[in-house]
């Protein structure tokens, strides 16, 4: 799969992501986006330290190799979203309802959301953590 405008590279699939925001896959999936992003008086974090903080900070926090960034080498784990049309619909006691706005979630190079739709595509697997010496009791 290829991600971008005018590629230069063979792909089985290319989607084209033009005006839309391409993120490394979120570690947490219950993350509510909007209410960090502002509030009524003034925006609280910018869309990039949000993204940041929920991808590769937290996977670079618990030692998830190859997650959290967008590099070569790494898992391909991306969310493409309309950042105009974005809105957390989910709930702690809701969790399953998705999102408005996510076009494509690609998860371990497999499509698992295409135009909004779930493909039924199911590459994610648990992410055991196991902290480094010393540093849990």
């Not at 809105?87 to 998705?98: G, I, K, N, Q």
Request: one cysteine or more; charged letters at 15%; proline letters at 7%.
């Amino acid at each position: 799969i290829a991600v971008g405008p005018s590629l230069q590279i063979a792909a089985k699939q290319t989607i084209d992501a033009t005006g839309m925001i391409i993120a490394p896959g979120f570690i947490n999936p219950h993350t509510h986006m909007q209410p960090w992003l502002t509030s009524d008086e003034e925006q609280i974090v910018s869309m990039q330290q949000f993204i940041d903080s929920s991808s590769a900070t937290t996977a670079d926090f618990f030692h998830l190799e190859g997650r959290g960034h967008l590099r070569p080498g790494a898992f391909a784990d991306l969310v493409i979203f309309d950042p105009e049309a974005y809105s957390a619909l989910a709930t702690y006691e809701r969790p399953d309802v998705a999102a408005t706005g996510v076009r494509t979630v690609i998860v371990n190079g497999q499509i698992a959301v295409d135009h909004g739709k779930v493909t039924g595509v199911a590459s994610g697997r648990a992410l055991r953590h196991q902290p480094p010496a010393g540093t849990c009791n």
